[in-house]
């Protein structure tokens, strides 16, 4: 009963602060099971409630979520319609942040099936969740649970084949985009170009290589650049593309530049590593040499600052 609107915000705050120590000392399935106690649970994270009282309810959703209870959430379409609700862009920036932290733990729980057709609105949700115009705050952090599924267990053939999804995690890597929401939308892309059936089809995607080159270039911060180069790496494993990778003249140019000495340890490191990649094809050799590249492959030998490894 201390949980309902007719009781003062402090009354209902400190009982949903006392329901979080007990879901930390107890099975957190008993609690949610709890008809009553869940409706009230649920009703405090609405629009109507004051935003103290939504944060507590929504801070005790983050750590039920991450508990065996998340799959109930999961599949619990009210629980969802609310959390949804508070991700709304209209809703305050506090209570967005919050309902993200419990997206981000149902999109990990959901890494497995995130790509089946049932599950079709998460992707929406995550569409809607990363799209420019929200809150970068609530933009990272889900960009960050969709990398996390990508690395867990999301079919990366079928994530890639949502073609909306697809599109804005291409459009969150561009130059114009917060540089934390561009890295997690690399790192998204980096952990799909795991699947090698894939790697031919985002090098011919217009829109990844055009990012995946802005992203390389020497004006770009060292810690973007290499989640780039870690891409390109990728692609540039593919031995019938490793050619077409070469040939162009911004890969060239910004792989050269960043794999010279005075770079920061890491993009050299990187850069380094997507050339050894690329000098396996025998029809780049010819022109990698007229650029003095065993020059810098030499140097790069040399270098103990370099892992052992790469040298």
Known sequence: TRLGPSRTTGDRVGAFLELKQLVAAAPAGALWGDVDLRSALLEATSSKQPETVRLVA?????????????????????????ILA????DQPVSVQRKAALVMVNLVVAAARTLTATDDWDMCKLLQTAIAA???????????????????????SQLLWKRVPLREEVVSCASPEQPEEVRINAFGI???????????????????????????????????????????????????AQKGTVWQSHIVQRALL???????????????????????????????????????????????????????
């Open 58 to 82: 929504l801070g005790l959703l983050v750590q039920l979520s991450s508990s065996s209870t998340g799959q109930d959430l999961l599949t619990d379409n009210e629980a969802r319609a609310f």
């Open 86 to 89: 508070s991700l709304d862009k």
């Open 133 to 155: 115009g929200r809150d970068q705050g609530v933009r990272a952090c889900m960009l960050g649970a969709l990398w996390s599924a990508a690395m867990t267990g999301a079919d």
């Open 189 to 239: 892309l980096w952990a799909m170009a795991k699947e090698e059936k894939l790697r031919e089809q985002m090098w011919a995607h217009a829109g990844a290589r055009e990012v995946l080159l802005a992203g390389i270039a020497t004006t770009e911060r060292p810690t973007l650049r290499v989640k780039a180069l870690e891409l390109l790496r990728c692609l540039a494993k593919v031995h």
């Open 257 to 311: 530049e960043s794999a010279a000495e005075g770079q920061p340890l890491r993009v050299r490191e990187a850069s380094l590593e997507v050339l050894v990649q690329l000098a396996l094809d025998e029809g780049s050799c010819p022109s990698m040499l007229e650029l003095d590249m065993q020059r810098l492959f030499e140097v790069a030998i040399a270098d103990l600052r370099l892992t052992e490894g790469l040298r």
